[in-house]
């Protein structure tokens, strides 16, 4: 499936980049579709950070990012780098000392707060204190009219904070906001958001929270939590794409998810773990049809019997990747060369799954042969690798076993 997100420049007084602000779109139609709002900002964090790559987003700069109260709650700020990100408070949010308490603990944790067309209210005692943990004040030219403004200007400067103006769309409005002594700018006038898209395997199982549970004991089994993501096709996948971004990118290629976990780090995976279940919490998907899902799972535990067989157990792991893999380039709708281009897998992981022969694609293409019934190839297959039909056929039906019972008790769960 395509994902997107829209990136909007932030302008200095000299028209320079300061920042990009991250916003949530459904498709290339460039304006908000009405959602919870839990579920724009992870998505918006997923696609950006997972998907599509932060960095290619950034070129470098700052991106201000929407916080509903309930984030701000979970502390899902504190997951990223404060160079990173500009914490925006939106103006939903209710002023209370909760809110506070989290702005004073984002502040010595060196994140940068901005509050999102803040309109000041005399009459809530927590609004001058707000503004005191912020960096930054967003004015919606827009919606605010000149006398709420200049109250604005005048606390920002007297209080020593940075000013905002967006929803600039005019050379008038912008020579305005510059008079007023406005630090930032931000609106059509300058740019509209440009919409950046990718493709992402739909999320179908839910054993994030099984992850974080067994994250959170004191001794953790590198060997379950590598069991629990090998279930998790979509999983898998972000797991990929994360490490290979230029914050992570390994210098060997991968052959397992076990290597993948082991050079990301427990802590790095419990916090993507996290904001998947936010996620998935907050948007309740169901995602990958699940005959896909299915046929993926059996053909990697089918690959995996085979390698056994073969007494390869050195690839067992490698050889269940490719069989997950396989249909990859089905599910996001692109080439495999392209799928692969974005994943930091081994080189024979790839040659196998861009059609090369070796090991892996032998194993690949008796798991097929089963899968389709083509009785003639699974023969040759087995002639050739020196295995007995009527022992693949029931592993063949133990892998289609195993997979029915993932299916099951994730539906179950649900």
């Known amino acids: 499936m395509e994902v997107f997100v829209a990136r909007q420049p932030i302008f200095t007084v000299n028209e320079e980049v300061f920042a990009y602000e991250l916003l949530y779109r459904s498709s290339q139609i460039n304006r908000f579709s009405e959602i919870n709002g839990d579920e724009a900002t992870t998505d918006v964090i997923i696609n950006s950070f997972m998907n599509i790559g932060i960095d290619e987003l950034s070129n470098g700069k700052p991106c201000f990012i929407n916080f509903t109260e309930n984030l701000l709650q979970l502390r899902l700020p504190t997951y990223f780098r404060p160079s990173e990100i500009v914490v925006e408070i939106l103006e939903t949010v209710e002023l209370n000392q909760g809110l506070l308490n989290i702005c004073k603990e984002l502040k010595e944790l060196g994140y940068q707060i901005a509050l999102d067309d803040f309109v000041f209210n005399d009459k809530n005692p927590y609004c001058i204190p707000l503004i005191q943990h912020a960096d930054i004040i967003k004015v919606d030219f827009r919606q605010t009219n000149e006398k709420m403004r200049q109250v604005i200007e005048l ?158 157990p050195d690839n067992v792991s490698a050889i269940f990747m490719t069989g997950m893999f396989s249909m990859m380039d089905t599910m996001l709708s692109m080439p495999m060369e392209k799928v692969l281009h974005d994943l930091p897998l081994q080189e024979d992981i790839c040659d196998a799954l861009k059609g090369k022969q070796n090991h892996y694609k032998d194993a690949l293409d008796l798991s097929v042969a089963i899968e389709k019934g083509d009785w003639e190839s699974v023969n040759h297959h087995c002639e050739k690798l020196g295995l007995i039909e009527e022992d693949l056929l029931h592993y063949y039906q133990e892998a289609i076993n195993w997979s029915n019972n993932l299916m099951k008790m994730e539906m179950g769960k649900a």
């Not at 839910?206 to 089994?221: C, F, G, V």
């Not at 993948?260 to 996620?279: F, S």
């Open 155 to 312: 606390i920002a400067k007297r209080l020593n904070k940075k000013l905002l103006a967006e929803k600039i769309e005019t050379r008038e409005e912008f020579e305005s906001a510059k008079n007023e002594g406005y630090d930032y700018y931000q609106g059509y006038f300058f740019s509209q958001p440009v919409i950046v898209s990718t493709h992402d395997v739909p999320s179908y199982f839910q054993s994030y929270y099984q992850i974080i549970a067994h994250l959170s004991e004191s001794e953790q089994s590198i060997d379950l939590i590598t069991k629990l993501i090998e279930q998790d096709l979509s999983l898998s996948y972000k797991l990929l794409k994360l490490i290979n971004s230029p914050s992570y990118r390994p210098r060997n290629k991968i052959n397992s998810i076990r290597q993948a976990i082991v050079m990301l780090g427990l802590i790095e995976i419990r916090k993507w773990i996290y904001v998947l279940a936010v996620r998935e919490t907050a948007s309740n998907k169901q995602g990958l049809s699940r005959e896909m899902t299915s046929m993926c799972l059996t053909r990697a535990k089918m690959c995996e019997y085979i390698a056994v067989k073969m007494n390869n």
